[in-house]
């Protein structure tokens, strides 16, 4: 399927546009056309198709990649921050940006570096409350 759209991109070979008649020179042009190569040719019964028009992305958040960036050098409360402002503005502003996948990942990032603290002090409070306070 990928190789006959980037057949249809360059354009039919003249092997396959031989003995073709102007009816079916204009039906080729529809982008919904498609046509089996003639047998013998360099594409011997490939289906041909037109690829629909490219799709242009949108920008992506800068919030995205700031969380993710942010989650992954451990800075964990602020990649939490950024990811919600970041799928915030992707879900709700509708303006085409793009880097959902990274501001999860962000996110979650985020939350586990959060856990972690957490878990170390509460770690520490209880190596200091068997230990006392004068530590003797």
Do not use: Q
């Not at 080729?28 to 089996?36: I, M, P, W």
């Not at 047998?39 to 800068?62: E, I, Q």
């Not at 509708?94 to 603290?117: K, N, P, Q, T, Y």
Request: charged share 10%; proline share 7%; hydrophobic share 45%.
């Amino acid at each position: 399927m990928y190789a006959s759209s980037l057949l249809l991109d360059s354009g039919p070979c003249a092997a396959c546009t031989e003995g073709s008649t102007p009816d079916s020179t204009s039906e080729k042009n529809s982008l919904s056309t498609s046509r089996k190569a003639p047998k013998g040719g360099p594409h011997d019964g490939v289906l041909l198709t037109r690829s629909p028009p490219a799709y242009h992305a949108g920008p992506t958040s800068g919030f995205a990649v700031v969380a993710l960036v942010l989650g992954i050098m451990g800075f964990s409360p602020l990649a939490v921050i950024f990811g919600h402002i970041a799928l915030h503005n992707i879900d709700k502003k509708h303006s085409g940006e793009r880097g959902r996948g990274m501001a999860i990942a962000g996110l979650v990032l985020g939350w586990i570096g959060v856990a972690g603290l957490v878990l170390a002090l509460v770690f520490m409070i209880a190596v200091l409350a068997t230990v006392g306070p004068s530590g003797a």
